[in-house]
């Protein structure tokens, strides 16, 4: 049976047509869509953009779509509405957090912690069977710790408030001839993916990655993370007695990945230890994971189990 998967963060969504025999037909990629952000007519406006994601509209039986902002039911009832006005032949369209994905993609059917270091950030405890989630995930404004987006932001003040350091700020100011205060703010406080333009800015902090000042700026990001996400929320599963081990603490996400050493180093300080997977995008984990899923399924209602 062939499936169409959707893994969807701020800033983009990846489409993954598969099936239990070929694996993964064909790929896609959309822009990222979020119930908390994005209009019913946008959603379906920027599904519809991808003409060769429209035309597997009668090849695939169910959907599944593990997006950022899918939070509650009301929001996952948004997004199944716009996906069933794109696709109306489907026979089931199931929406889950993204944060699911994530766990699916790294522990599998094992316990662990899976953590989302992308554009947003997010954690939670997974033990197989059940998703755990611990502190909430606040967004960019008053959360988002670790992410492309609070690593973004430190830059862009950074620059805007000359902390750079003289050479940065030249640098800085090279690539980004447009920025000052007027045009950050209207991108910020006018425009409808204020994530997306603030992340963008993480891309200077990784071309600079070796620069004490910037360094620093993604040290203190991570530590908020590890302090409210993870140690917070999940210390108990971190820091075990001697006679039993520690869960394993997987990551998916841009940031996770680019960012590995120093992400490792943190967790290294605060005597977190067990890291398992760093995996840049999660859809072809999660694809795998769903299609053994699928088909273990399939044995057990034809009895061959």
Known sequence: MTILIAESGATKTSWLLANSKAGIIAEFETMGFSPVHHLLPDIVAGIKANSGLMQTNNQFKDLYFFGAGCSSPERCFKIETALRQVFPDARQIIVEHDILAAAYATCGKNAGISCILGTGSNACYYDGTTLYEGNPSLDFILGDEGS?????????????????????????????????????????????????????????????????????????????????????????????????????????????????????????????????????????????????????SNKRNSGKY
């Not at 990784?206 to 917070?232: D, G, Y």
């Open 148 to 296: 492309g987006t609070q690593i973004g932001i430190r830059m862009l003040k950074g620059y805007l408030y000359k902390q750079l350091p003289d050479e940065l700020m030249n640098d800085f100011k090279k690539k980004y001839p447009h920025i000052n205060k007027e045009a950050v703010l209207a991108e910020v406080y006018a425009n409808k993916h204020p994530k997306k333009f603030l992340s963008g800015f993480a891309l200077f902090a990784f071309e600079h990655a070796q620069n004490s000042w910037v360094k620093q700026q993604i040290e203190h990001c991570f530590n908020e993370f590890i302090q409210n996400q993870l140690i917070q929320p999940f210390g108990h599963l971190l820091f075990t007695p001697p006679a039993k081990s520690p869960v394993t603490v997987h990551f998916v996400g841009s940031i996770a990945h680019h960012f590995a050493q120093i992400l490792r180093n943190c967790l290294a300080t605060r005597n977190i230890n067990h890291v398992g997977k760093i995996i840049q995008s999660p859809a072809h984990h999660l694809a795998h994971y769903l299609l053994e899923e699928k088909t273990a």
